[in-house]
C-alpha cells in the first residue's frame, strides 16, 4: 500500500509543505515530533517488541550561533537518535531549530551540545547523543564507496514502483552464506511532499542465500512510494526478514543532503556492528 494514502501518518501538521518564516532566536518549540508506531503498525511491529536495534544517524552541515563576545562560531553536528525512542524528529523542524541557533549567544561549544542534546532528546522521547565540531578544529568528513557488491548491474526487465516484498526470496535448504550487497538505486518520496529522496542502501545478512534479481527489483520498488527515510529502512528491514528467514540481518541507508542535513537510519537483529560514519559520494 503506497503509504500515502494511510488516513493518519503523524506529519499532517508538519512545517513539511509549508510557508516557514525562519526564527534566529534560540526556539526548541519548532521541533516537530513524529510517533514511530503509527507507520509501523503497518508493517506488523507490535508495540514494545521491535525486530530490530538500531539508530538514526543525522549530520548536519549547516550549524551557527554566537559567543558571547558576538562572534560567529560554524560546525559540524552529528546527532545519534536511537531506533527504540518512541518519536523521530521531523527533518524541516530540526532544520528551522538548528538555524532558531544563528543570533543566539552560548557561552561554549558545551553548551550547544548539552542544550541540543536536552532538546532533542525531550522531542525523541529517548537520549540523543550529539557531537559537535567546530570548523575551526579542523573536522574531516570521509567519503568511501559502499562494503560488499554492487547489484547495479544486473541486467533485469523492472515494471514495478511500488513495494513488492514478493519480489524478496532465499534458497531454501541451501548452505548458509554471509555477504553485503549494496544499491545506489534507491529512490523514495518525501510522506508529505512528494519530493524524491535519493540513497544508497546495504544488506548485510547470514543465512540462506537471497535471491539478488528480486532483492534488486524490491529496492527499485520503492521508487514512488511516499515514506520517511526511517521508515523506509524499517519497511525493508522487516519484508527481508520475513521474506528470506536470514539469521542475522542489517539494513542501512545513507540519504542524500537535503537542507543541510543527511539522515543514515540503521537497523540490525544485532549480531552486526553498526559502520562509521563514512559519507556516501552523493552526501
Known amino acids: 500500500m503506497n503509504a500515502s494514502a494511510s488516513p493518519s501518518h503523524g506529519a499532517e501538521s508538519s512545517p513539511l509543505g509549508k510557508p516557514a518564516d525562519y526564527c534566529d532566536t534560540y526556539a526548541p518549540g519548532l ?4 510517533s514511530r508506531q503509527i507507520k ?21 552541515y549547516e550549524l551557527s550561533w554566537l559567543n558571547p563576545r558576538g562572534k560567529p562560531i560554524v560546525a559540524l553536528a ?3 537518535v536511537p531506533a527504540d525512542s518512541p518519536r523521530l524528529i521531523e527533518s524541516k523542524s530540526l532544520k528551522l531549530y538548528l538555524n532558531s541557533c544563528n543570533q543566539t549567544r552560548f557561552e ?25 565540531q567546530p570548523l575551526g578544529s579542523g573536522p574531516v568528513r570521509v567519503m568511501a564507496p559502499p562494503p560488499g557488491e554492487s547489484l547495479d548491474e544486473l541486467d533485469i526487465d523492472i515494471d514495478t514502483y511500488q513495494p513488492c516484498p514478493d519480489f524478496l526470496s532465499a534458497a531454501a535448504g541451501g548452505a548458509e552464506v554471509c555477504e553485503t550487497l ?3 538505486l534507491l529512490k523514495s518520496n518525501c510522506l508529505v511532499t512528494g519530493q524524491p ?13 537471497i535471491d539478488r534479481a528480486g532483492l534488486l527489483r524490491y529496492i527499485v520498488s520503492f521508487r514512488k512510494h511516499n515514506e520517511f527515510h526511517e521508515q523506509c529502512v524499517e519497511r525493508v528491514f522487516c519484508d527481508i526478514l520475513q521474506r528470506c528467514r536470514p539469521r542475522e540481518l542489517v539494513v542501512w541507508a545513507r540519504y542524500t543532503r537535503r537542507g ?18 563514512l559519507a556516501e559520494v552523493r552526501q
Not at 31 to 34: S, T, Y
Not at 108 to 132: K, M, N, W
Not at 197 to 209: L, M
Request: charged letters at 20%.
Open 40 to 60: 509501523r503498525d503497518e508493517i506488523g511491529i507490535v508495540p514494545g517488541r521491535l525486530p530490530f536495534v538500531g539508530e538514526d544517524l543525522w549530520n548536519a
Open 197 to 209: 529522496d535519493w540513497g544508497c542502501i546495504v544488506v548485510r545478512y547470514a543465512g540462506p542465500a
Open 108 to 132: 561554549s561549544v558545551d553548551v550547544v551540545q548539552a542544550t541540543f542534546e536536552r532538546d532533542l532528546s525531550v522531542a525523541a522521547g529517548a537520549p540523543v547523543a550529539v557531537a559537535i
Open 260 to 277: 543541510g542535513l543527511d539522515i543514515n537510519p540503521f537497523r540490525s537483529t544485532g549480531g552486526f556492528a553498526p559502520p562509521d560514519n
Open 31 to 34: 521541533l516537530f515530533p513524529i
Open 182 to 184: 549494496h544499491s545506489h
Open 78 to 80: 552529528t546527532f545519534r
